[in-house]
């Protein structure tokens, strides 16, 4: 994997180079930029896979450049990295693959670096040209640091004190928000089974009695099994049968 580093502090640079370097094959640092000029210019000129962005740089900002690199006809993979967390939603709406806060750890690189490498240089060439399918996206927090999980990757949602847990394939992220407001904007994705949980539609996989003798949810990709109330029970019901909602 071909990774440009744009930052226009030399040590951040640095550091990020000696992070990747340690995690060795298939990642390769081809160059460096100090400003999103910079890296159009390069990007332009050779290929890159994936470019590692800051956001707050002289010039021409990450978020300017990460938008202008997604008209390229064959648009690389950008991971913003920053010390600023406020910035987060609006470098995902630039469709970033993720989201680091300094000090970039390695392990967190990692696994941004994994995640990128589900996206292939061809599908994202394919991605350039053809509409694709808007799948809704979530920023949670994830290790100090923020995350975006897209709703085929997220199996549930559970009320959690003022949070909202949210369970993933890789793992469990946290989100400030209500279930109330993620059930009105993400209806035909999620469905309530509880008045404290909500489960992604396409992950319901049958309905089973627990040794309480209370219903439960049968998920695909998780084996824990969340309670139904029998106030939503009819609902999962007939989502399960394909019948219509209401």
């Not at 000696?18 to 332009?44: H, Q, T, W």
């Not at 939603?89 to 690189?109: C, I, N, T």
């Not at 990709?221 to 609902?235: A, D, N």
Request: charged share 35%; with cysteine; glycine share 8%.
């Amino acid at each position: 994997m071909r990774i440009l580093l744009v930052d226009d502090e030399a040590l951040a640079r640095e550091r990020l180079a000696g992070l990747i370097a340690e995690l060795g094959a298939p990642y390769r640092v081809v160059g460096e930029a100090v400003n999103g000029e910079d890296s159009l210019k390069f990007c332009a000129q050779q290929g890159v896979d994936l470019v590692l962005m800051d956001i707050r740089m002289p010039g021409m900002d990450g978020l300017e450049a990460a938008g202008r690199l997604a008209g390229f006809e064959t648009p690389p993979a950008v991971i913003f990295t920053t010390a600023y967390e406020e910035h987060a939603l609006e470098a995902f709406e630039r469709e970033a693959q993720d989201y680091l806060l300094k000090p970039v750890r390695r392990e967190r690189l990692r696994q941004a670096l994994e995640r990128s490498r589900r996206i292939t240089r061809p599908q994202r060439e394919t991605l350039g040209r053809v509409e694709r399918e808007k799948i809704p996206q979530l920023s949670v927090s994830y290790r100090g640091g923020v995350l975006s999980l897209s709703f085929d990757e997220v199996i549930y949602l559970r009320a959690d004190s003022k949070y909202i847990a949210v369970r993933h394939g890789a793992g469990e992220a946290l989100l400030e928000d209500t279930l109330k407001s993620l059930e009105d904007r993400y209806a035909d994705w999620l469905l309530r089974i509880h008045r404290n949980a909500l489960v992604v539609r396409r992950r319901l996989k049958g309905l089973e009695r627990g040794a309480d003798g209370k219903m439960q949810v049968v998920l695909n990709g998780c084996e824990e099994r969340l309670e139904v109330s029998r106030r939503h029970l009819p609902e999962v019901r007939r989502w399960l049968k394909g019948a219509p909602d209401g």
